[in-house]
């Protein structure tokens, strides 16, 4: 009996860390959301909270016009583990901080360990956006060889038409696979839909007519803050919102 009671105890406090560890998870999407990161679209995976699902858009720079899927996997104790989290990109990305092989995202020059309730997941992406804005910037006091990339390194100190050149052949090879049937029958997995005029017109128009209505801000020009695109993402309803223009 007493074997039976312990058994019993140890598995409810194993549920209720998990259910802990489930909230916290469910805090960190919730503060993306609130930081309305531009560009960046991920969501947990519905069956594996550690996985998570996520969509790059590039908005300017080398990667202009870059769509790039990438998974964000964490630790099995996250956040409480000091182990980083992985960031992993479907397919080829070239970049200093993206290994070739892998296609894994070295984060470690900005987190060097995951410092529990300091460190959030949304500071990650933004990590990610800015590298992505000025990889030379990104690798300015970074030791060549602790780069995960050395020969896209060099070419971007050297020659950068040709860096260029290699990053729009990723930029083309990654938006190949934009409808690609899923990898995974996880209803969370994010999928994009090839314009239909019938279905997405209507929505299209709508959107083009509220933002015509607004009034825009005092600027002393360049725009800066404007949407810059459509994003037309099916998800499972009511998880986020498609047809975004953050």
Request: some cysteine; overall charge negative; proline content about 6%.
């Amino acid at each position: 009996m007493t074997l039976d009671v312990d058994a019993q105890k140890k598995d409810e406090k194993i549920l209720l860390a998990t259910i802990q560890q489930e909230y916290k998870i469910l805090a960190e999407y919730k503060m993306i959301e609130s930081e309305k990161l531009s560009g960046v679209y991920v969501i947990p995976s519905y069956a594996n909270s550690l996985q998570w699902f996520g969509v790059f858009f590039g908005r300017q720079g080398f990667y202009e016009n870059g769509v790039f899927r990438f998974s964000i996997l964490l630790p099995d104790r996250f956040p409480d583990d000091k182990n980083v989290p992985a960031i992993v990109f479907q397919h080829n990305v070239v970049h200093p901080l993206v290994c070739p092989y892998t296609n894994s995202l070295d984060i470690s020059h900005a987190f060097q360990e995951w410092r529990c309730g300091e460190d959030h997941l949304w500071q990650l992406l933004k990590y990610m956006q800015a590298i992505f804005a000025d990889p030379l910037e990104s690798i300015r006091n970074v030791a060549l060889n602790e780069l995960s990339n050395v020969e896209s390194a060099k070419l971007l100190n050297n020659n950068r038409d040709a860096f260029a050149a290699l990053v729009q052949e990723s930029i083309t090879e990654s938006k190949s696979h934009i409808y690609d049937t899923p990898p995974t029958e996880d209803p969370h997995y994010i999928v994009f839909e090839q314009f239909q005029t019938d279905v997405h017109g209507p929505v299209l128009e709508k959107i083009r007519s509220s933002r015509s209505t607004v009034t825009p801000p005092e600027s002393s020009g360049g725009g800066g803050g404007a949407a810059t695109g459509l994003s037309w993402v099916k998800v499972k309803e009511g998880e986020f919102k498609p047809l975004s223009i953050e």
